[in-house]
């Protein structure tokens, strides 16, 4: 009597679904029904929106199509917005219908935290999609051009809340790109302004001491302004609230950028799969405790092995993509397969500008050039991972150096 054939079922195309897709894909030995789905057709790397909203990098490089990286007689790509996930039926339902599984892998991501402080999803801008950044892209790009008539000062100031690698990303490329901003927007240089408002005592908790005071005297150099020790009280539509010394001040700025973290996905929160925020527990294998048959990948995970300082990463996500490829393919080969995931973290940069920043690569701090060569490395060589040589050299990262 034949097998009957196992259905995977893939929910999420970033960089965990994604890699446990294509390790399927090149590794499996047995016949399997298997399904990539996502809300969008492409993938595009969460690690290098800043530059897509402040235009550094453009959207069509950005986006990486997923049926020009999947072959369609393994992994069948469906483009669907899942909205909720019916784990006693092992099913998930989309708006295109409903889709049944054997093993079910949820990648869904993440989404931006507001904690509940009034005004966040009202007046600000988040670096959570592609999507996002674009109008984040939008905003920037006519408050400039406009400013001419406006003449309003507040037009040109950014406020970001959170001081993390997202925001402190983000400011940094909007800083490196001012001067050619108002040189093209005929704009005193003076006028613009961008704040960073952190909670923490100093930007970039994740790294030691030496490299925060290294990226916080570039970032004062390049003209952005800190808060740090900062409790966000509320966004109102022109200026934040900001509790610091037992004092209530006032950041004001019509753009204001929301970075402070991060929840995972509404499905699972909704979903009777037992979560945190949007979070799935993990066990060692990356199986759903309460349900055998759904693993989790990414930032929805929360993994037993996880070290918190080292809080969810592309890095991670890629490296949770490649063990549950793995894990899948002995599984349905009917082989034994007792390895549990480790995390091995090879190094974390945050870039300050194209061609600077900071960051810990093989336990050793870089700064500098070295650094941005090695985020561009970083980029390039996940890159490489889904599409070889033809993908670094068509959507890579290679400027790393001023140019004189």
Request: aromatic share 8%; net charge positive.
């Amino acid at each position: 009597m034949e097998k009957a054939i196992k259905k995977i079922l893939i929910i999420g195309g970033g960089y965990g679904g994604l890699k446990v897709a294509l390790g399927l894909q090149k590794k499996l030995k047995v016949k399997a029904d298997i399904t990539l789905i996502s809300k969008h057709d492409y993938h595009y790397q969460t690690t290098l929106l800043h530059k897509v909203a402040i235009g550094t990098l453009s959207s069509r490089k950005a986006r990486i199509y997923y049926r020009k990286i999947l072959n369609p007689k393994k992994i069948r790509f469906i483009k669907d917005k899942i909205i909720e996930i019916c784990p006693r039926e092992n099913k998930v339902i989309g708006n295109g219908g409903e889709y049944f599984y054997d093993y079910l892998v949820i990648g869904l991501g993440f989404k931006p935290d507001s904690f509940g402080i009034k005004g966040v999803d009202a007046y600000t801008y988040k670096l959570s999609s592609l999507n996002r950044a674009l109008k984040l892209t939008k905003n920037i790009e006519n408050k400039f051009k406009d400013f001419m008539h406006t003449k309003n000062p507040k037009d040109l100031q950014i406020i970001v809340c959170g001081t993390g690698f997202t925001g402190i990303e983000f400011a940094a490329e909007l800083a490196t790109q001012l001067d050619e901003l108002c040189l093209i927007c005929g704009i005193d240089r003076k006028i613009p302004k961008v704040t960073c408002i952190g909670r923490s005592p100093h930007i970039l908790p994740v790294f030691n001491s030496k490299l925060v005071d290294i990226a916080e005297d570039k970032l004062k150099k390049l003209g952005v302004e800190i808060i740090s020790s900062g409790n966000i009280k509320e966004i109102q539509e022109n200026k934040v609230l900001v509790e610091k010394d037992g004092k209530i001040i006032e950041v004001e700025g019509n753009t204001i950028i929301w970075s402070a973290g991060v929840k995972g996905s509404d499905i699972i929160e909704k979903s009777e799969i037992p979560n945190k925020k949007g979070r799935i527990a993990v066990d060692s294998h990356l199986q759903c405790k309460d349900f055998s048959n759904i693993y989790v990948v990414g930032d929805c995970a929360i993994a037993a092995t996880k070290d918190a300082i080292h809080a969810p990463t592309a890095q991670l996500s890629a490296q949770m993509g490649d063990y549950l490829a793995e894990l899948l393919c002995a599984k349905l080969e009917g082989r034994a397969f007792e390895k549990p995931f480790l995390f091995n973290h090879r190094g974390t940069v945050c870039s300050i500008g194209h061609t600077d920043g900071v960051g810990i690569v093989y336990h050793k701090n870089v700064s500098g050039e070295l650094a941005a060569f090695m985020k561009n490395t970083i980029e390039n060589k996940w890159l490489f991972s889904i599409g070889g040589f033809k993908m670094v050299f068509k959507k890579g990262q290679f400027r790393y150096r001023t140019s004189n």
